[in-house]
């Protein structure tokens, strides 16, 4: 059964970068469509962002576009996601998570798999 291990969260100040990296073991990685969640305090867990298994198909959250980044290495069974400008707004657990199907999808219950989650605050 994969296990999966969120790393790089922190306390950073609004309009800075943090590195957010999910390292999986216990599965084949490539096999895996792969997400990164997020959920806020009295909020519903929301999809950040998702990518195929190749890395050819990647879909961002309106919110997050063209500020977070999402990469995978396969060898290393490792994903990845920059954040930059980072907002108040953007304050979360974040949660990576890997799904069995073939098409990549942003529903939540749809991730086999999930990490322990990794705390992300933003001040303002």
């Known amino acids: 059964q994969p296990q999966l291990a969120e790393s790089g969260g922190g306390l950073v100040q609004a309009g800075g970068s943090l590195r957010l990296s999910c390292a999986a073991s216990?599965?084949?990685?490539?096999?895996?469509?792969m997400g990164w969640f997020r959920q806020a305090p009295g909020k519903e867990r929301e999809v950040v962002v998702t990518?195929?298994?190749?890395?050819?198909?990647?879909r961002y959250a309106e919110s997050v576009k063209g500020r977070f980044t999402i990469s995978r290495d396969n060898a290393k069974k490792t994903v990845y996601m920059q954040m930059n400008r980072l907002k108040h707004k953007d304050t979360a657990v974040y949660y990576c998570a890997a799904s069995k199907r073939a098409v990549v999808t942003a529903r939540a219950s749809e991730y086999d798999y999930w990490g322990q989650g990794t705390q992300v605050t933003v001040s303002s």
């Open positions: 990518i195929n298994w190749s890395g050819d198909t990647i």
């Open positions: 216990g599965c084949t990685f490539r096999s895996y469509a």
